[in-house]
């Protein structure tokens, strides 16, 4: 058993405002208390990589990250939060041999702009990622291999798809892609246990068929400001749904049109029969039924956010569950204020 707190190198990288415009970066950080490392052979790689910055404001980040993972392995090992920090674009790569039982991880607005696979592969225990307000491009691709993963935040990043095989996080339950460059979800999103999706402020017009498959599990649902112009039937399916924001989105109507109730050229085509009873009873299965409420088929549904769309308002329904003294208009504006912490 060896200490490596005290391995930490002595680095004094500038402080301005300061009077000789130096600090100790060991003083920046508070001294925390040496802990014990049965792997003394991991001493040279987090030193060498403290030691590796760019420049010395980096240094400093990178000295305090090295303390930031020791205080997590003092605490058990399971929690790391290194947001905010800037200490270069990549993570020490054997933090995960480090913290082989970490938890979670949160690298919101860091530095941090590759998650390589060497480093994801050995945090296999891991169920909460944060990485956004991050530059990371793209997906990191070793995130799939997190099999525990059941938070995952990747809002305000420039990552613009989405793995075709998002359902191998066959664990997930928490998706905030929110403000982000995204076009689309793929089709594997409805195989996953998710009950909170956050899709705002992103470029998404249509949801995938396969969203219906979340109708046992999904209870919030974000469009907020995207481009979402319709309601599709499987929309209808989301039984579970409680909180739904379409605010700012171009949504002009609250009702679900299946294809016989759309017109005659759309159910039908351009050529319609000369015989008139066959006319007529195609002009009866178009426009028998009235279309469909969204509200009437979500039971569970307690806030709607609709402010800023087209429509000015709509009629409430017969069974329509309204907030309770708040009868649902469209100034009704979507809270979760369970779900602040991946507002970020």
Known sequence: MQTIGNAIPSVTPLIPGTPSGRASAQTAVNNPPPVMVEHS???PALGNWAVSGNNLYETEGRVVVVNKILTAINNGGTELTLAGLQFGPELPPILGQLLPELKVLDLSGSSVTKLSDELLNDLTHLEALGIGRTNISEFPTGILKLSQLKTLSIA?????????DINKLSQLEVLSARNTPLTRLPNAIGSLPLTY?????????????????????????????????????????????QYLDLASTQIISLEIRTAQQGTLKEVY????????????????????????????SLPNLKTLGI???????FLAEPGMPLVPNAPLTNHLFCRYPQCDALAH
Do not use: C, R, W
């Open 41 to 43: 052979t991991f001493q």
């Open 269 to 296: 085509g351009k050529l319609l029969p000369e015989d008139p009873e066959v006319l007529s009873q195609m002009i009866m299965n178009a426009y028998s039924s009235k279309p469909k409420s969204l509200l009437l």
């Open 307 to 313: 402010a800023g769309t087209p429509f000015a308002s």
């Open 156 to 164: 305000s990043t420039p990552i613009y798809q989405l793995p075709e």
């Open 197 to 241: 999706l956050n899709l705002s402020e992103t470029h998404i017009e249509t949801l995938p068929s396969s969203i219906a498959q979340l109708g046992d599990t999904l209870i919030s649902l974000s469009l907020a400001g995207t481009p979402f112009k319709k309601i599709s039937p499987e929309m209808a399916q989301l039984e579970k749904l």
